[in-house]
Every structure is written in C-alpha cells, then in structure tokens.
C-alpha cells in the first residue's frame, strides 16, 4: 500500500555509501577553504568570479557563458541553455554580505593608553559575541586620485589580531541587572588597535604625539606599511571579521564552523552546482545572482532592490535574442531565492513550533515564505512550483524538508525573494539550515552542504 504519511529523510542515510561519502568530503575541503578565505563581499565576489573566469565564463561577453559585476560587490553570471529565453531563466540568487563592524569614518582614538577604532556595526549582531575574541581586518581603501587598494590584517598565524575587550565580572554588577538591549553599547564596540605610544625618534607627526602618542604610532605604522594618511580612511570601507580560518566541528567532523555562512553557504553551492555541469548546453538558461547589502534591507546600487540584475538580462536578450520581450523571459522565469534557514536549536526548541521547524541534517529547507507576523514583508510561493520542485528533488531521492522560521509572533526576517518577485517570476527561498545564525561561528552541517549543491544542481538542470 502507498505510504501515506511524510517524513523528512536524513541526509546521512541517504548519502552513506562510500562514493558519496567522498564526495560529501571533497565538496566540504573546499568549501572550508573558501568560508577561510572569503570573508567580505569582495572578497567573495572575486573567488566567484576567478572561478567562472577559469571555467571560460567571459567578463561582459556576448558568448554563451557571461558574467557582469558591480563594484567588486554584486554579479551575475549566465550559462545560454537550448531553449528561447523566452521560456524563462533557472536562476538562483544569494547574498555575499554579512554582519560585522565596520570602521567608522574617523575611527581612530586614544584613550586611557590604548588606541582604538570606533565601530559601526552592519546587519543583525548580537553585540556581546563580538567581545573578548580575536578579530582581523578586511578592507579597502581609496586615494584621492581613486586608485584603491584591499588589504587583510590579522588572518596569517604571524600577524598581530585585534579585540573588543569586555567588561570583567568582578565590575559588571550593574551592567548584569540591565535587559541585553541595554547592557551593550554600540559605542563601546571600539577596537584595540595598539598601545605603544610613538617611539621618540624619527617622529613624523611630533605635534600630534605629544597629545595622541599611541594614536600618532598606529598612523605611523599605517603609513610605513600601506603609504596612508589620517584623511585616507575617510575614503575607506574597513570590516572587523572573525579572525581565523573555518573549522570541523564534532568528533565525527560532522558539522562546519565558520563566519559568514549566512549566506555564503549558499554562494558558494550555487557557485558549485553551476560549474559541476555536463558539457552539452543546459535545457534552460542558468543565471547565478550574487547580491550585496541584503542584511541590511538589499538597499545600495549593488543591493536586490537596485536594478542591476535587470540591466544584466537585457544584455542578455539584447547579445542572445533580441526578439524576446525582457517580461516575456521574466514570467517564464523559475528562481531559488537560495538563503539559509534557523535550524532548530537543541537548546532553544520552545521557540521553534517543532512541527515546522528545520533539523540539521534533513536537506535543503523549503521555506514558502518569510516576513513577520501575519506574513508581512514576504514573497508567497505558489503552490503548483511548490509541487514541482518537490518532484524535481524526490526524483534524484534528494531530502529536503519544508519549514517556517520559529513560531508565529516569535519574530522573523526577509530575504531577497520578495525583490525578484516583483518581476512575476516563480520564486521560493531553499537553502541549508544553519544554527547560531548571524554569530561570529555560525554552524552547518557537512551532510546538508552536500545535498543542498545536489538539490540546486537539480533544480539548474530541470
Ligand atoms: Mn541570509
Ligand atoms: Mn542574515
């Protein structure tokens, strides 16, 4: 008799044989090598785009394998497929940015000698997990005539980190009694970036040391290694990032640890499920969309709200198929809105409504649609693309799972879906299941990684 009821299926099982197994573990390296390396949108837009360079995706090209950027931060990449793009895109989209501290425009002060940055933070952090622990810096700077040059401080085991010191027990009683909104000061996130004052030889900036010594050493020191001034870091987007490559974590190694896999997870298993694909031109055009700015609303020029994705498929139509209505494509289109999802918290489970909650381990989360509340601020996936992205995945015996982010009036979030949604295209968010989204050491599951790339390798080709 058919089996009536359904249950989620375990991606451990399903992916037990050895062959998959080694390949779950191949795919894992290198995803751990690039979550190590790739900690600002930059730096993920560039190991993306270095990819598709080598794999013969031409920057602005006409051909059949294209890719465009936007200032380093947002790409869009396209494989033609056999079909008239007026039968639509497979497209899936991600974003690259994640929370951190920025640097504010005049970061630098001394105080009770030691010199500091001031922080501004970006996105949804948790402000104590950002104390108390090795930080590095990532960042860009710009000169006056525009050249700018990138840098990263505080990632090889040689070099100094940096740190946010926290309050000691033994004076935060005041502190203890205060609600968490209020115990933590975003103006106390200031960065210890040293505390020898400047030597007295040699003084460069002589007027300056004898009020800032400290302040006037870290400008030296800037200005020795990187040619800068004061006035350049007005010019400047500089992010403290967890210092330190990512990590197993487990006996078993089961699960990956590491900053920013909200959502480079994602980047990054699209990236491999586009280029992991046969040689013979696809059914449909793939399209991968890699966006900036979306933990913080997807504002800015390089943001899901701005129109670059559009500019990118009219090129297309204009280089491919001029006859093709840019609508036409648009709302035959089929998207992955790919991001990731609350995996339920062994600890936290009464915030989750079990039911509808994601398990590690179980696949890719289908999540019909986010917002708050009574489903504001959410795209609303139809149900006939529901049933058939079930059938493309239950077809490869791929698991995945179906579940909303915790309870109703417990909170929520957004996502990009609801900006591409906008154009009448089929769009519904799909991603693995994370636990302690959004800190410094978020978690993954190995097993979920693998079957996500799978489920998106499908969904490309279907
Ligand atoms: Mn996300
Ligand atoms: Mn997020």
Redesign the pocket.
């Given at each position: 008799m058919k089996n009536l009821t359904s249950k989620t299926k375990s991606c451990w099982e399903a992916y037990a044989s050895p062959r998959h197994r080694q390949a779950m573990q191949d795919l894992a390296g290198r995803y751990l090598d690039f979550l190590s390396r790739c900690k600002t949108e930059r730096e993920t837009i560039a190991y993306i785009r270095d990819r598709l360079l080598r794999a013969g995706f031409v920057q602005g090209g006409k051909g059949d394998k294209t890719l465009s950027s936007l200032h380093g931060k947002t790409l869009f990449a396209a494989r033609r497929g056999r079909a008239s793009l007026a039968r639509g895109l497979r497209l899936i989209c991600s974003h690259v940015d994640a929370?951190r501290l920025d640097l504010k425009q005049h970061p630098l002060q001394e105080q009770a000698a030691v010199g500091q940055a001031k922080t501004h933070y970006y996105?949804?952090i948790r402000k104590y997990q950002w104390l108390a622990r090795p930080l590095a810096l990532h960042g860009v700077i710009a000169r006056e005539k525009g050249e700018s040059f990138s840098f990263v401080l505080g990632e090889a085991p040689d070099e100094p980190v940096f740190s946010i010191a926290d309050l000691l027990p033994h004076l935060a009683a005041a502190q203890a009694e205060q609600p968490l909104s209020k115990a933590f000061e975003a103006e106390k996130l200031n960065l210890i970036l040293g505390h020898a004052p400047l030597p007295a030889s040699g003084r460069a900036g002589a007027e300056q040391a004898r009020e800032d010594p400290v302040k006037a050493h870290i400008l030296s020191l800037l200005h020795r290694k990187y040619d800068v001034t004061e006035e350049d870091l007005y010019s400047a987007e500089i992010q403290a990032v967890p210092a330190g490559p990512a990590r197993y974590v487990g006996l078993d190694s089961a699960l990956i640890g590491g900053y920013g896999q909200?959502?480079r997870i994602c980047a990054f298993i699209s990236l491999e499920a586009l280029l992991d694909a046969p040689r013979a031109a696809p059914a449909h055009s793939q399209c991968l969309m890699f966006w900036d700015k979306?933990?913080i609303g997807s504002e800015g020029s390089t943001g899901a709200k701005s129109r670059f994705f559009e500019y990118c498929v009219q090129d297309l139509l204009s280089a491919w198929e001029p006859e093709t209505r840019f609508s036409s494509c648009m709302l035959a289109s089929r998207a992955l809105s790919a991001d990731v999802h609350a995996a339920l918290d062994p600890d936290w489970q009464d915030l989750h409504e079990k039911l509808n909650a994601a398990v590690l381990g179980r696949g890719p989360c289908f999540c019909k649609f986010t917002g708050s509340k009574g489903k504001y601020m959410a795209n609303d996936a139809h149900p006939e693309y529901v049933g058939w992205l079930r059938g493309i995945l239950n077809q490869k015996g791929i698991p995945w799972q179906m579940a909303e982010l915790g309870k109703v009036d417990g909170g929520g979030?957004g996502t990009v879906a609801m900006h591409l949604a906008a154009y009448g295209l089929d769009i519904i968010d799909c991603g693995p299941a994370v636990l302690s989204?959004?800190s410094p050491f978020e978690l993954a599951s190995k097993a979920d990684l693998y079957a996500s790339t799978l489920a998106f390798k499908a969904f490309l080709q279907a």
């Open positions: 929370p996105g949804g909200d959502d979306e933990e979030g989204m959004h």
